[in-house]
């Protein structure tokens, strides 16, 4: 309800006292031995820009560290809706959560980006003989090691808590009741372009459907 809702800063630290002591003091302005070392173990990070949040997978360390503020993140083949390289076009702040499985704390960028098909950067990104498609370089602007408090809570890399395949219909089935055709047909294909592409990359499919 309109009555409740805060809408200024003031109104928000009535509620949110401002924070002080490690909360404030760790964020750093460019990229330490810990960071570095973080990023080079992360297989997943979440890219936050402009309203929207996408996740990037590969191989723990495919995001490369060319100095102490610059980030390389590859862009390998998707479904080419390049919804974050769009929104990146539109406005180059970003936000990064990069994750390490079995660790609690998470490691937070903010920065600007840019996309970029220079060969000299592509190239080294190589996997199996073919270069992503474009990279995003980031600018690191500020970055800082989120408290374990939200993945302790969730429980995350507990594998007693994952649930069972009875839970949710296979992805494609999803897809197709969200889409209005026919469910066995979209499964097909859903599982076609997944596999497809990872095999395109010289990857083993371990688990597609769920």
């Not at 219909?169 to 066995?184: E, K």
Request: proline share 8%; with cysteine; aromatic share 6%.
């Amino acid at each position: 309800m309109a009555e409740f809702d805060v809408e200024t800063v003031d109104e928000l630290r009535r509620i949110y006292p401002a924070p002080k002591g490690p909360p404030v003091e760790k964020t750093i302005y460019s990229l330490d031995k810990h960071c570095r070392n973080f990023i080079a173990h992360s297989p997943l990070l979440l890219l936050g820009t402009d309203g929207d949040v996408s996740p990037r997978g590969d191989d723990p360390g495919f995001v490369q560290v060319a100095d102490d503020n610059t980030l390389i993140i590859p862009d390998r083949k998707g479904n080419s809706r390049v919804d974050s390289l769009e929104n990146i076009l539109r406005d180059p702040t970003i936000g990064i959560l990069f994750l390490v499985p079995g660790m609690d704390v998470t490691l937070r960028i903010r920065g600007q980006a840019n996309i970029t098909q220079d060969p000299d950067i592509l190239e080294p990104l190589a996997l199996n003989g073919k270069s992503p498609s474009s990279a995003i370089v980031v600018n690191v602007k500020e970055a800082f090691l989120h408290c374990g408090k939200a993945l302790i809570r969730a429980d995350i890399w507990n594998p007693d808590v994952q649930v069972t395949d009875d839970v949710f219909p296979p992805v494609g089935h999803m897809y197709a009741d969200h889409i209005d055709t026919d469910r066995d047909a979209e499964e097909k294909r859903y599982n076609e372009h997944i596999e497809e592409d990872l095999e395109e990359e010289g990857r083993t499919v371990r688990r597609v459907g769920r």
